[in-house]
């Protein structure tokens, strides 16, 4: 189980050592959160398998919480609520819940309901990294490396970029992008357009002209992928070091 990561978004803050506590005496690996705000954060840095979200947060609403993390399309759910109607059950599984745990719980329940999710999940193991090829992001450290060369990206340029990878070459509206990639909820789509500039100057041969992330007319943008593989086989060119850090560890290795 130590290969699991799993994520307690609780605002009761000795409910929240609790089940912590008792996750790690199972070996689980486990990152808390207090408020949705936080609770961004740490799945973005952490990806976890699995999170045990509080429906009633001090910042805002679990449920649109649990909708923006079901649109992640990463973790399993498992929400805990003082409201036990059937209308607050079926709102919170619509919204992307795997269970729904209600409170008070006996810790032993609550456990085996953890344990069952966990053996639902097809791939309990993440990667440490994604490798394309020329380019490799590295999750665990949050690097990436493109043409051997480590750059030197922001935050968000990285979330940026890692949900373009993800795709696979797939188009991504500007609406889908700040969905999955953006930790606040932003009504100005245009603000991806910004970042692309930002990351273009840094992954482009010639951000003028690019061609590994394209625009693509009244969609959005897409990765480039064949232009990765173009890379493997042919031209291996280099981007001016100028662009990149001066780190050269390497990433590390898949589990």
């Not at 008792?22 to 486990?30: G, I």
Request: a positive charge.
């Amino acid at each position: 189980m130590g290969s699991v990561c799993i994520e307690i978004v609780e605002g009761n803050p000795h409910l929240r050592s609790l089940l912590g506590w008792h996750l790690q005496q199972l070996d689980y690996r486990v990152h808390q959160a207090a408020s949705i705000y936080q609770a961004r954060e740490v799945f973005l840095s952490h990806q976890p398998t699995l999170v045990i979200l509080d429906a009633d947060l001090p910042d805002g609403d679990g449920i649109e919480f649990c909708r923006w993390l079901h649109r992640q399309q990463q973790p399993l759910i498992l929400m805990l609520s003082a409201r036990n109607n059937e209308v607050d059950i079926v709102a919170g599984l619509k919204a992307g819940a795997d269970d729904y745990l209600c409170k008070p719980f006996g810790m032993q329940e609550f456990l085996a309901r953890v344990e069952a999710l966990i053996r639902r999940k097809r791939t309990p193991v993440a990667p440490a990294y994604l490798d394309y090829g020329s380019l490799q992001i590295d999750l665990v450290q949050r690097r990436v490396r493109f043409q051997g060369e480590f750059i030197d990206l922001t935050p968000q340029e990285f979330s940026l970029l890692y949900v373009l990878a993800q795709a696979g070459g797939v188009p991504l509206s500007r609406s889908e992008l700040l969905r999955r990639a953006w930790p606040d909820a932003i009504d100005n789509p245009r603000t991806i357009d910004t970042h692309v500039l930002s990351l273009r100057k840094k992954v482009e041969l010639d951000p003028r002209q690019p061609s590994l992330i394209q625009t693509i007319r009244n969609v959005g943008y897409r990765f480039n992928m064949e232009i990765l593989n173009a890379n493997i086989s042919h031209s291996p060119t280099k981007l001016p070091k100028e662009r990149f850090s001066n780190q050269r560890s390497t990433l590390s290795t898949q589990r």
